[in-house]
């Protein structure tokens, strides 16, 4: 039924499962470099690949310190499913 299309609790289609491991792996990975990154008087700079406003608006912060968040409140990428950026880390 059209209820069932495109809803989270119901759509178990290979998109859909697809789309949902590829965010919480990546976004695994991105925690895990930052976590690992703390302490070593390193930035983080967001590299916006997909263009979103949350995206856009951590990439125009800059560098900011490893153990802090960005203005979206997300500590390293993924910010949304399907999110392409990344982060470079940087000694200022």
């Given amino acids: ?3 069932k ?3 989270p609790k119901t759509d178990k289609s290979k998109q859909r499962v697809d789309l949902i491991n590829d965010t919480e792996s990546k976004t695994a990975k991105w925690f895990g470099k930052t976590k690992g990154n703390e302490g070593k008087g ?3 700079i967001w ?6 406003d949350d995206c856009s608006a951590n ?3 800059g560098p900011i310190p490893v153990e802090d968040v960005f203005q979206s409140g997300d500590y390293s990428p993924l910010a949304h499913p399907g999110c392409q950026c990344e982060l470079e880390y ?3």
């Fill in 59 to 61: 990439a125009d912060e």
């Fill in 47 to 52: 590299i916006d690949n997909d263009g979103c």
């Fill in 42 to 44: 390193l930035h983080k």
């Fill in 5 to 7: 299309l495109n809803n």
């Fill in 1 to 3: 039924s059209f209820k």
């Fill in 90 to 92: 940087v000694r200022l």
